[in-house]
């Protein structure tokens, strides 16, 4: 078995963290983790590198580098914010779906396929904790684990369990392993 923290980065103002995201991701580090990791990973925004170089710390594992999957960051943002604005606003992956089936359908199966990735960076029995960006992290759970998820709010987060090459997805919380 494996596990993976998929959180959703903190408060931001353009791809920074703002001093509430960073009061916040400290406290998620301190209160809501469940460590130790072997692994540390961002899609490479700043906001989240930012954001998994925080929770790193808080849990003492500096020793331990942020790794950047690039592939957990998608090429067309600017589409993603498009389709996510004319879905509504908290719209979940499936109305996003109703809004543009090709990108979600492209996309998640892209992300999918970087998620299972960082499974396999992940040692058996090993816990990994990426921070990345709401809606594309709901859409790497569809075409992983083709689970929908609810949307992350900002700092909030999934574990996903890898048992035997198959995938269960639930609401991030302390102890569950």
């Known amino acids: 078995m494996r596990y993976l923290e998929l959180v959703r980065h903190t408060d931001n103002d353009g791809d920074k963290l703002t001093s509430d995201g960073i009061a916040a991701a400290e406290t998620i580090g301190r209160e809501q983790l469940t460590p130790p990791y072997a692994l540390f990973g961002s899609t490479g925004a700043s906001r989240a ?16 580098p942020v790794t950047v999957f690039p592939d957990l960051r998608s090429s067309v943002e600017d589409r ?3 389709a996510a ?3 509504g606003k908290n719209a979940d992956i499936e109305a996003i779906r109703d809004v543009d089936p090709d990108l979600v359908e492209h996309e998640g199966f892209l992300l999918g396929q970087a998620l299972r990735g960082v499974f396999e960076a992940l040692p058996d029995g090993g816990r990994g904790l990426v921070v990345g960006h709401s809606p594309t992290n709901e859409a790497a759970v569809l075409g992983l684990a083709t689970e ?3 949307p992350l709010g900002k700092g909030e987060g999934v574990l996903i369990v890898e048992d035997e090459g198959g995938f269960r997805v639930r609401p991030m919380a302390r102890g569950d392993v």
């Open 49 to 64: 590198t930012e954001m998994a170089e925080i929770l790193r710390r808080m849990v003492g594992q500096e020793d331990l």
């Open 148 to 150: 929908v998820v609810g």
């Open 80 to 82: 993603w914010r498009t």
């Open 85 to 87: 604005k004319a879905a």
